[in-house]
């Protein structure tokens, strides 16, 4: 059964239209700060179907996602105020110490290390807030951390080129597969663990 192929394709298409890269910056702004998709799922096709144009396509996930996370990290330094008697009530205060220690002493390297992984990046730009992380470390580990995620990616797709666009195409089903059994697989794990 060939499920996989024509979705391909038709992300292809849709990472071809002239109102592709609007979406990229929306998709990777609005990431950073609560939507749950990452913009990866919108560059990799994008770059795929243009190739030269990859690194660009970079550059606007980058700065939309340093952006989006200057939002989170606003609204974590003014909801946190809001937040913390809620946590105090239910006797969070030993984990809220905690993290607010590992956020004081080594906050620029959890947010570099957040904007280059798959972790849910949206969690410590609201952290980062919350717990004072200085405004100019915060956005200059978020550029280096989402920058050289995003960029690492362009470049690998920007510079394979054609023939990665090709292998990719020619086993886009079992990739396909291999993806949905590995989420399948994290969430009954997330559920029953």
Do not use: N
């Not at 996602?65 to 946590?87: N, Q």
């Not at 807030?129 to 995003?150: E, Q």
Request: some cysteine; hydrophobic content about 55%.
């Amino acid at each position: 059964m060939r499920l996989f192929r024509p979705l391909y394709e038709r992300t292809l298409a849709l990472a071809s239209h002239p109102r592709a890269p609007a979406m990229l910056v929306l998709v990777s702004a609005a990431e950073s700060v609560a939507f749950p998709v990452p913009p990866d799922v919108m560059l990799v096709p994008m770059a795929l179907a243009a190739p030269a144009r990859a690194l660009y396509f970079a550059l606007l996930c980058t700065l939309a996602s340093v952006g989006g996370g200057l939002i989170g990290w606003l609204l974590g330094r003014f909801a946190m105020e809001a937040i913390a008697p809620w946590l105090e009530r239910f006797g969070r205060t030993d984990a809220l110490a905690t993290v607010e220690r590992l956020f004081s002493d080594h906050g620029f390297w959890i947010v570099l290390t957040a904007g280059f992984t798959p972790i849910p990046y949206k969690i410590f730009t609201l952290g980062a807030g919350a717990f004072g992380v200085p405004l100019v470390p915060f956005l200059l580990a978020s550029l280096l951390g989402r920058g050289g995620r995003f960029f690492l990616l362009a470049g690998l797709i920007r510079f394979g080129g054609e023939r990665l666009e090709l292998a990719i195409r020619h086993q886009v089903e079992r990739i396909g597969w291999l993806f949905l059994l590995a989420v399948l697989s994290v969430g009954v794990w997330w559920w029953t663990g």
